[in-house]
């Protein structure tokens, strides 16, 4: 399951979007699948009802979902 991350702490103005993670290592700086940088403490969930509510990243979406497919694919190929 993905880990859905963005700031926790946001200025007036900036997105509310969630993204990916693009690895997952504690106290690190998070990087988001789709490229976004978070350069302070970050919120992680995996509730899928409230990112639904409060939007997702189009672009961490599609590479997460690739990512996915690609992994299927491969777990596929193993069991032959």
């Not at 490229?35 to 899928?48: A, N, Y």
Request: proline share 5%.
């Amino acid at each position: 399951m993905a880990k859905w991350t963005r700031l926790l702490s946001r200025p007036a103005g900036a997105s509310t979007r969630w993204h990916v993670l693009a690895r997952d290592k504690e106290f690190a700086i998070a990087d988001a699948l789709c490229g976004e940088t978070f350069p302070g403490p970050v919120e992680v969930t995996s509730d899928t009802d409230r990112l639904t509510r409060e939007g997702r990243c189009p672009d961490c979406e599609a590479r997460l979902a690739a990512k996915q497919t690609e992994a299927f694919a491969g777990i596929g190929q193993i069991s032959r």
